[in-house]
């Protein structure tokens, strides 16, 4: 059973930091591959990649946020002056490689402003 977990989600100010964590288990292939945010009402988009090296960013995010991982089912999320547009529900995906995609169940940042 493949589980994705994200945690560290808050309520924070703007200007505030939060660093998300995504643990991935449940296969020994499974590769995390970034996160993903879904504002109320509307789709959910992508926030960061991370390949073995590479990293990849939404533009309304760059500077301000970093992606990063410690093994191939461990990735962390580190955002710093969070604006209220940041506000969402922060997913991790993942891939084995049999090309099955995984996602967990999320973790609600909420910025106030």
């Known amino acids: 059973h493949v589980q994705l977990v994200e945690s560290g989600g808050a309520l924070v100010q703007t200007g505030g930091s939060l660093t998300l964590s995504c643990t991935g288990s449940g296969v020994t292939t499974l590769y995390i591959r970034g996160w993903y945010r879904q504002a109320p009402g509307s789709e959910r988009e992508l926030v960061a990649t991370?390949?073995?090296?590479?990293t990849t960013y939404a533009d309304s995010v760059k500077g301000r946020f970093t992606i990063s991982r410690d093994g191939p089912k461990m990735v962390y999320l580190q955002m710093n002056n969070l604006k209220p547009e940041d506000t969402g529900v922060y997913y991790c995906n993942g891939r084995d490689t049999y090309g099955d995609t995984y996602w967990g169940r999320g973790t609600q940042v909420t910025v106030s402003s």
């Open positions: 991370i390949g073995n090296s590479l």
